[in-house]
C-alpha cells in the first residue's frame, strides 16, 4: 500500500491550496480516508475525513467551512481543498486510512502559510 501525497507549499493568508493522496494497493471507497496534520512543535492532530460507501465527512472544528474533503473513486485519490488558509494552518499534512486503525500513512506535505 502507498498513499502519495502533493499540493503542498508557500500561500499567502487568505488563499488556497488543494492536496491530493494518490492511493496504490487498496481502494479507497472501502476505507476510511482522513488527513491529519502535524504543525511545528505539535502533535499530530485530525483535520478531515470521508467514509466509505456513501462518503459521509467529518471535519475538526478549526477548518469547518473553509477545507473540505473529497474522493474521486475512478482515479483512486483523495483530496483536501483548503481556502481562506490562515498563519495557524502551517504544518505537515498526512493522508491515512483504516477500516479500524490507521494503519496506512503517507509521507507527507509541508503547506506553509505567511501572515
Known amino acids: 500500500v502507498q498513499l502519495v501525497e502533493s499540493g503542498g507549499g508557500l500561500v499567502q493568508a487568505g488563499g488556497s491550496l488543494r492536496l491530493s493522496c494518490a492511493a496504490s494497493g487498496l481502494t479507497i471507497s472501502s476505507y476510511v480516508m482522513a488527513w491529519f496534520r502535524q504543525g511545528p512543535g505539535k502533535e499530530r492532530e485530525f483535520v478531515a475525513d470521508?467514509?466509505?460507501?456513501?462518503?459521509?465527512?467529518y471535519y475538526t472544528d478549526s477548518v469547518k467551512g473553509r477545507f473540505t474533503i473529497s474522493r474521486d473513486n475512478a482515479q483512486n485519490t483523495v483530496y483536501l481543498q483548503m481556502n481562506s488558509l490562515k498563519p495557524e494552518d502551517t504544518a505537515v499534512y498526512y493522508c491515512?486510512?483504516?477500516?479500524?486503525?490507521?494503519?496506512?500513512w503517507g509521507q507527507g506535505t509541508q503547506v506553509t502559510v505567511s501572515s
Open positions: 470521508i467514509k466509505w460507501g456513501g462518503g459521509m465527512t
Open positions: 491515512a486510512a483504516r477500516l479500524r486503525v490507521y494503519d496506512y
